[in-house]
């Protein structure tokens, strides 16, 4: 009895491996539920949303200008940030306020992205900590799961004339 006991322990555990070891590569390959905290994407991702953010994008290179990407914060490293992506390499960006006299430009260096919160007003972003490596970013939010009311694929960002100036 004590042999049989343990037979069915072992194998548990080693289905339990298993599954956590796909479940793994699948939150860090393919892609994960996010749910989203603070005001620096609002309003096109509120306080709580809930969304869909696959990983794929990041391995094969096509992260795009305009690209909502969830990346890890350079200041705090444990921390994920939820940007838009404004800048990629060797674009130059506009660094001072859209609505400022004197407009202050920068370069985004090679292996690196200019990151923005769509709320200029109320987020940290590469204005506070400069271009965030490509190498930080988690992955692109393709969808919207949570509100229902709000499912679907995200909007363009509501500062899109202000960067089109630059």
Known sequence: MFRRVVGKTLGFLG???QYGCIAHCTFEYVGEIVICSGPSMEPTI?????VLCENLSRHFFTI????IVIAKSPNKPSVNICKRVI???GDKICTSNP?????????VPKGHVWLEGDNLQNSTDSRSYGPVPYALIRGRICLRIWPLSSFGLLTESPNKHILEDD
């Open 46 to 50: 509120k306080n709580y949303d809930v």
């Open 64 to 67: 795009n200008r305009g690209d």
């Open 15 to 17: 289905y339990a491996i």
């Open 99 to 107: 609505l400022g006299f004197i407009k202050r430009h920068t370069y």
């Open 87 to 89: 800048g990629l390499e």
